[in-house]
């Protein structure tokens, strides 16, 4: 790109970020109207669509590796980004080209803000009517909140998929599993195939209940319909066996982690369960799950490790799988946590498996939801958890490549996204 035209993608991207100010303002009235007043986009393409509070970048991951593999033309969104924006919207891989992207937000400025579009909605609008454009046979689509108001749900797909449902956006969701089970359930839909894939019985009763209530069919559910045992990790990826009436397969993903089987074996429930020409992409599994890419999920680049985990069931996954896999030691863990997460269970469960934690602040995390280094230093000094303080997030890093051993970044997107960007790392590159 020619500089004029990068700060004129900044500029648009600057308009389009002033719309995330203030509360979050969930409901579909303004999507379904841009949606109208866009000609319908949504309508032009299948979709799969996946809601979750653990795993849902995963199955994404995988269902878009898996159809591309079979030959599809796939276009991808997920959130939030780590380096660049475009990383968001996908085709075949690819990033939305960045001039594309500020074409298409200054061409329909004067629509977003006559309706009143939040930054959430153009984003989602912005892909919907890209894949359009582009004409791809098929999309995979992150929820980005919850499901049931969520954006995204504008989309009624081929088949929706709810992977682990834990405590996260408590104050937009519900302060319970069940509560949140219940949103992240509003995807599914009439006459669509749904996918249960928590693997806690009451949870998984309550979905399957609810996908049955309005009429998804058919419904698959893990433990009923699939079993994964059997799960083995290496350094470079999952091992399992996957039974599917009464037949196994032996299968492997490139992601680490123990629910990394489960992930993927959530992906290919959902193209079972969307049959016909999806379901035969599934029974090439075998050979197509070597192609799945995630950046920012136990990723790996020299002595760094990077993982996006920012609730503390995602640390203890991230835990369970350092443990698993014997990083090399010292591990040091640069971390940086937004204040409206859970940062005490967050670090209580590094603390069991890292040598040392570095505090500090992700650039990027917006003011108003970076935590505090003082009160965090205030609550470690009690609990008893050794941590660092470092106010510059450079420093930080730095500190930690000069220990040795293994670095882990964790704690939010923005943590990952900005030490990225600092190391030079890019999160699409294969």
């Excluded at 380096?83 to 004067?110: C, K, N, Q």
């Excluded at 969701?173 to 509003?186: N, S, V």
């Amino acid at each position: 790109m020619t500089t004029p035209d990068l700060a004129a993608y900044r500029r648009a991207l600057d308009a389009l970020y002033a719309r995330t100010g203030g509360a979050w303002r969930l409901g579909l009235e303004r999507m379904t109207a841009l949606m109208e007043a866009l000609g319908h986009p949504e309508r032009r393409f299948p979709v799969f669509h996946v809601a979750g509070t653990n795993g849902k970048g995963s199955t994404v991951a995988t269902l878009d590796a898996l159809l591309r593999g079979g030959g599809a033309r796939v276009g991808r969104y997920t959130s939030p980004h780590l380096v660049d924006f475009s990383e968001r919207i996908a085709v075949e891989g690819v990033p939305m080209r960045p001039e594309a992207i500020t074409a298409w937000l200054e061409a329909r400025l004067p629509l977003l803000t006559e309706l009143g579009a939040t930054f959430f909605e153009a984003t989602t609008a912005l892909a919907l009517a890209h894949f359009a454009d582009v004409g791809v046979d098929v999309a995979v689509i992150e929820v980005g909140l919850g499901g049931r108001l969520d954006a995204t749900n504008v989309v009624h797909p081929v088949a929706a998929g709810v992977t682990q449902i834990g405590l996260d956006h408590q104050e937009f969701l519900g302060t319970t599993p069940e509560a949140i089970a219940m949103e992240k359930a509003g995807i599914f839909k009439a006459g669509a195939a749904a996918v249960v894939g928590d693997t806690a019985p009451g949870i998984r009763s309550l979905l399957q209940a609810r996908a049955e209530a309005v009429g998804a069919t058919p419904v698959l559910v893990t433990g009923r319909d699939w079993q994964v045992r059997d799960v083995e990790l290496d350094p470079v990826g999952t091992h399992f066996t996957l039974e599917v009436a009464g037949r196994t397969r032996r299968l492997a993903t490139p992601l680490v982690g123990r629910f990394q089987a489960d992930n993927a074996a959530v992906a290919l429930a959902m193209l079972r369960a969307a049959g016909g020409r999806w379901a035969a992409i599934e029974a090439e599994a075998d050979a197509l799950l070597a192609g799945v890419r995630l950046p920012g999920r136990f990723h790996r680049s020299g002595p760094w490790l990077f993982d996006v985990a920012h609730n503390p069931d995602g640390a203890a996954t991230v835990v369970a799988t350092v443990r698993a896999v014997a990083v090399s030691r010292p591990l040091v863990a640069v971390v940086s946590v937004l204040n409206d997460k859970d940062w005490r269970g967050i670090l209580a469960q590094l603390a069991t498996v890292a040598d040392r934690i570095l505090v500090t602040v992700a650039p990027s995390a917006p003011p108003n939801r970076a935590w505090s280094l003082e009160a965090v230093c205030g609550w470690a000094a009690e609990a008893g958890v050794a941590v660092e303080r470092f106010d510059d997030l450079s420093a930080a890093l730095n500190a930690g490549r000069r220990a040795g051993g293994t670095v882990l970044v964790t704690g939010s997107f923005h943590t990952v996204g900005d030490a990225m960007e600092r190391l030079q790392v890019n999160p699409v590159a294969r």
